[in-house]
């Protein structure tokens, strides 16, 4: 898969740049010479001021962006940024429709279930999923039984990650920081983690993207997820 290629080679996203992370990911994997501070520059993203708390990961040591951006608050990158970064950057050869509404673990995997897609961009709060030291048995127990023993996540964000492909009801969730890469989810966490927040469908074929979005009973409607919109 061309984007968990491009993904590898460019981790670690900069700070607060994750929603940029996989845009300019996205249309690198369409052949688009993207950088994460030209995405970042398009989507309107705003860094935090300085000196307050951190928004890495456990263990993580951060990396800061190469070109001078926005500082304020709110500040992230909003789901209409990143939408204008992929259809801006790909001189609108790429769509990012997006998904929101009643989330639902079935909606997410019917959603899932065949889509023709470059990247399917999740905007989620990381509090709903497990946390990283989760056991093999814990996973295969869920697999099993659909009995979710598995740890919560202590590190609580919004944050923009990509789904890469399904087993069966796991998730496999494609991150942009190297302690935490790749990993599973249940599709009932990811379900709860999207809730109040939404999907990208970065496709060249939107007709399509949107109509497997209401499909699976979702709006292709963008959500607002509190940072700031792009001007």
């Known amino acids: 898969m061309a984007l968990l290629t491009e993904q590898r080679a460019d981790l670690p996203q900069c700070d607060e740049l994750c929603g940029a992370f996989w845009a300019a990911n996205a249309l690198r994997a369409s052949g688009f010479a993207v950088t994460q501070e030209a995405a970042a520059l398009v989507a309107g993203s705003v860094l935090s001021p300085p000196g307050g708390p951190s928004s890495l990961p456990p263990g993580e040591a951060g990396r800061a962006p190469d070109v001078e951006l926005p500082v304020g608050e709110p500040s992230g990158t909003s789901a209409h940024g990143v939408a204008r970064a992929v259809e801006e950057l790909s001189d609108g050869r790429l769509s990012a429709v997006p998904a929101s509404g009643a989330f ?3 909606a997410v995997l019917t959603l899932l279930e065949g889509i023709d897609a470059v990247a399917v961009i999740a905007n989620v709060d990381t509090a709903a999923l497990w946390a990283p030291d989760v056991t093999e048995a814990e996973v295969e127990r869920y697999v099993a039984s659909g009995d979710d023993q598995g740890p919560d996540n202590d590190w609580r964000v919004g944050h923009f990650v990509a789904i890469a492909g399904t087993r069966g009801r796991l998730l496999e969730i494609a991150d942009s920081y190297v ?22 469908v970065v496709t060249a074929d939107p007709a399509a993207a949107r109509a497997r979005v209401e499909a699976a009973g979702l709006e292709p409607a963008l959500w607002d997820n509190g940072s700031p919109q792009p001007r």
């Open 104 to 106: 639902t673990a079935g």
């Open 179 to 200: 302690s935490r890469a790749m990993h599973v989810q249940p599709a009932e966490r990811v379900a709860a983690a999207l809730r109040g927040r939404g999907l990208l």
